[in-house]
């Protein structure tokens, strides 16, 4: 399973990709806006950063203007995707994408018949939001479960799920039991997933009687 982060703040893309276990960056809108940067400079930055997909929304509703703002964004570096909205015209714009060889993330998906016109569209990713779903008292991971039944029935659906508006660690954890291919996740959800008290209890444990023995290793 691979693991995104889903943030603009680049200090914080920097210091988890120190791990070597981030495979990839996803941004929207409203994560832009939060970073207080210009898009360009911001995404461009992140792809130096992080070899992998890193997911750059456009902003405009229409083909033509959509397809225009997406030659902006894919110029910026090889590892860009371009989010588009699941909308008519954002399934427009990522079949004309795809077939032109530009990844694209297709965002704001919240059923399995949208998912499986994503993947119809060539999509790369399609993004199914759960904490959304959970939000307004539905489940979010039954999406995910449809989506992945949906897709292991026509293996020649190539579209990766990704699973968006992860809130918790049990998020990450359903997801990929369900064989979900990429979990987006906010930093702080990431570095929840390192900790575990047993481990900090046992290391405290292992430091102590290690320093009994007065030895290095070196
Ligand atoms: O980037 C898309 C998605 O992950 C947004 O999450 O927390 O705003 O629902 P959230």
Request: some cysteine; overall charge negative; proline content about 6%.
């Amino acid at each position: 399973m691979k693991f995104f982060v889903d943030t603009a703040d680049t200090a914080e893309i920097g210091a988890l990709a120190a791990s070597g276990l981030l495979d990839g960056v996803t941004t929207n809108p409203s994560l832009i806006a939060k970073s207080g940067r210009r898009i360009l400079d911001v995404i461009a930055e992140i792809c130096r950063l992080v070899p992998g997909p890193v997911s750059a929304e456009v902003a405009a509703t229409e083909f033509d203007a959509m397809m225009k703002e997406a030659a902006v964004l894919r110029e910026i570096a090889p590892n860009v995707a371009v989010k588009v909205p699941l909308t008519p015209d954002g399934l427009r714009t990522c079949k004309a994408l795809s077939a032109q060889g530009t990844m694209v993330n297709v965002t704001l998906c919240f059923s399995a018949n949208q998912a499986l016109l994503a993947a119809k569209a060539g999509a790369t990713f399609v993004s199914p939001f759960v904490g959304r779903l959970d939000d307004i008292g539905q489940d979010g991971m039954e999406l995910i479960a449809d989506i992945m039944t949906i897709f292991n029935n026509y293996p020649d659906l190539k579209t990766e799920v990704l699973v968006a508006s992860v809130r918790h660690p049990i998020h990450v954890l359903t997801a990929a039991k369900l064989g979900a291919h990429v979990a987006t996740l906010p930093p702080a959800v990431l570095r929840q997933l390192f900790h575990h008290p047993l481990t900090d209890k046992g290391l405290a444990a292992f430091l102590a009687d290690w320093a009994k023995t007065g030895q290095t290793i070196a």
